[in-house]
């Protein structure tokens, strides 16, 4: 079955995170003391975001199934919690890159069942492109969630710009895709963090928190694919 073979031959920076993000969820879990279906949901969902990025990281297809899951339970907890950004976010994502990385990366696959990795962004046009764009979608959805009276639509907007760009990247199979997502999850991290204090909540929150492993994982994913970049040009040489 391919979302358990997924699971294997990661990095083993990968399988620690894993390990760290499960433990961290039910440590702010217990902490929290609050056991309610929102609560449990809500863990589950960062749970099971941590697992897509980490499969993102060992170009794995299957990220795109995890990342389906993830982005309804977050889409409903954005809602309740009036980040609308972040829902409007992952609401994309589902269609940006949940679905198109399950049907592209299965095609480009190599003999580890593991996604080959196309070059990065190079020369000025193609990063140029990349910035336009961003600010292009940022100028748009700072519009949209003005009108949904979102609290702090230029932060907001400026996340979902840059996680749109990601997202495109990814599908592309592009290493320079972590920049953005690193980029992203300071924003979202921020947002979240922030909505958890409203709530009063405190500092410790699970989507918070999400986003800090995902930062993490960005690193190791950078340095994940740069060895895949090298191994597949000696390969090719």
């Known amino acids: 079955m391919m979302v358990i073979n997924d699971f294997k031959g990661w990095s083993k920076s990968s399988y620690w995170?894993?390990?760290?993000?499960?433990?961290?969820?039910?440590?702010?879990?217990?902490?929290?003391?609050?056991?309610?279906?929102?609560?449990l949901l809500t863990t589950l969902g960062a749970v099971l975001g941590v697992t897509c990025v980490l499969m993102i990281s060992n170009r794995k297809a299957s990220n795109g199934i995890f990342g389906i899951i993830s982005a309804v339970i977050i889409i409903y907890n954005a809602f309740v919690n009036k980040v609308y950004a972040d829902a409007l976010l992952q609401f994309a994502y589902i269609f940006v890159l949940d679905i198109p990385v399950l049907v592209a990366w299965t095609k480009h696959e190599d003999d580890t069942g593991s996604a080959e990795v196309s070059k990065p962004l190079e020369g000025?046009?193609?990063?140029?492109?990349?910035?336009?764009?961003?600010?292009?979608?940022?100028?748009?959805s700072y519009l949209i969630l003005k009108q949904f009276g979102d609290t702090q639509p230029v932060v907001d907007a400026l996340g979902f710009s840059i996680g749109m760009i990601a997202s495109i990247l990814c599908v592309r199979?592009?290493?320079?895709?972590?920049?953005?997502?690193?980029?992203?999850?300071?924003?979202?991290?921020?947002?979240?963090?922030?909505?958890?204090?409203?709530?009063?909540?405190?500092?410790?929150?699970?989507?918070?928190?999400?986003?800090?492993?995902?930062?993490?994982?960005?690193?190791?994913?950078?340095?994940?694919?740069?060895?895949?970049?090298?191994?597949?040009?000696?390969v090719t040489e």
């Open 173 to 234: 199979r592009i290493k320079t895709q972590f920049i953005f997502w690193f980029v992203q999850g300071i924003v979202s991290m921020v947002l979240w963090i922030r909505a958890s204090m409203i709530a009063g909540n405190g500092l410790l929150s699970p989507l918070g928190f999400m986003y800090v492993i995902y930062m993490l994982n960005d690193l190791v994913g950078w340095v994940t694919w740069t060895r895949a970049e090298r191994k597949e040009k000696v």
């Open 124 to 140: 000025f046009k193609q990063r140029a492109y990349a910035i336009i764009g961003m600010l292009v979608i940022w100028a748009v």
């Open 17 to 39: 995170l894993l390990a760290i993000g499960i433990l961290m969820q039910a440590i702010i879990l217990f902490s929290a003391g609050d056991y309610s279906p929102m609560t």
